[in-house]
């Protein structure tokens, strides 16, 4: 069996408040290969801060532990601060789940794109502004070249989302890690993006991991799928096998959502356990 590009094992992130420690991720473990990985749950149960954690981009409030995070033969737990910025972008890259607090506000998107090209492969200006227009059409921006000299406050919520996916794009990382990246989008080109990811993994070996409140989205467009719950994984599955599902939790969301076929008057409530 091919080594995992990522394995991560007993992640566990918690904050201190006046009330105590929260713990946001209580012991999460799964590795990526070269696959569509989605990772679902509902609002805060810790999504986005295991995301962050691989980048090792935490809030300074938060306390981190991990039995292992290992990206091929690299420890990301002790890895110094300059072999993460190394990392961050080249290797491992993060489309955060709001792209105008990621995009700087004085520098042309497209120059923006450029750049993160010119940071990791060190090309000439004239060959990283080539490509970051290929990489905006290739978001389906239209007018790439126009596009390029214009700033993020000129952007529209799914533009902004479209230029951070070709940024994190443009210097072919090994594994792409995808907060939300396509819920401000509308449908087709949704479907533009996805199929562009897929793409990626295919065909360049990518590991994606696709985090999401769209169970029915992970369902058709993922290999794998992880449902967590209140900081940790209730469930693993193959997207194929999520009709399968033996957790409660995961038996309630696929319950809760409505069925073009077979319409109810009422959908059921979800009920939680205090022990899940
Ligand atoms: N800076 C912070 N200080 C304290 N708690 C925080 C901080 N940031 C996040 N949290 C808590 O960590 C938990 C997990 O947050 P996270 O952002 O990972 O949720 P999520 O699953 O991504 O949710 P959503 O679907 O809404 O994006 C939440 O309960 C949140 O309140
Ligand atoms: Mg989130």
Redesign the pocket.
Not at 41 to 50: A, C, P
């Given at each position: 069996m091919t080594p995992p590009l990522l394995s991560v094992r007993d992640l566990r992130i918690s904050?201190n408040?006046l009330s105590g420690p929260?713990d946001?991720?209580r012991g999460v473990s799964f590795d990526l290969g070269r696959e569509k990985l989605g990772i679902v749950?509902?609002?805060?149960?810790?999504?986005?801060?295991?995301g962050r954690a691989i980048m090792r981009l935490t809030?300074h409030?938060?306390t981190v532990h991990a039995e292992r995070l290992q990206l091929g033969d690299l420890n990301l737990l002790n890895a110094p601060e300059k072999t993460m910025e190394h990392i961050r972008g080249k290797r491992i890259g993060l489309i955060m789940?709001d792209p105008k607090f990621s995009l700087n506000p004085v520098v042309s998107v497209g120059e923006q794109v450029a750049e993160a090209y010119r940071i990791h492969t060190k090309g000439s200006a004239a060959e990283a502004r080539s490509k970051a227009v290929a990489m905006l059409d290739a978001v389906r921006i239209r007018d790439p070249e126009r596009v390029y000299r214009m700033y993020p406050h000129e952007m529209s919520g799914g533009m902004g989302q479209r230029i951070m996916i070709a940024m994190m794009l443009v210097s072919e990382p090994e594994i792409l890690i995808a907060?939300?990246a396509t819920s401000a989008l509308d449908v087709t080109v949704r479907l533009e993006i996805l199929n562009l990811l897929d793409e990626m993994v295919s065909k360049r070996g990518l590991g994606l991991i696709f985090?999401s409140?769209d169970l029915n989205l992970v369902r058709h467009f993922c290999d794998r799928v992880l449902i967590?719950y209140r900081?940790h994984v209730v469930e693993e599955l193959k997207a194929g096998d999520l009709d399968q599902a033996a957790h409660p939790y995961t038996r309630g969301l696929l319950e809760a959502m409505p069925r073009i076929h077979a319409p109810r008057r009422r959908l059921p409530v979800l009920k939680r356990d205090p022990t899940w």
């Open positions: 904050f408040s929260f946001a991720v749950g509902e609002s805060g149960s810790g999504k986005s801060m295991t809030p409030a938060a789940q907060d939300e985090i409140h967590m900081g």
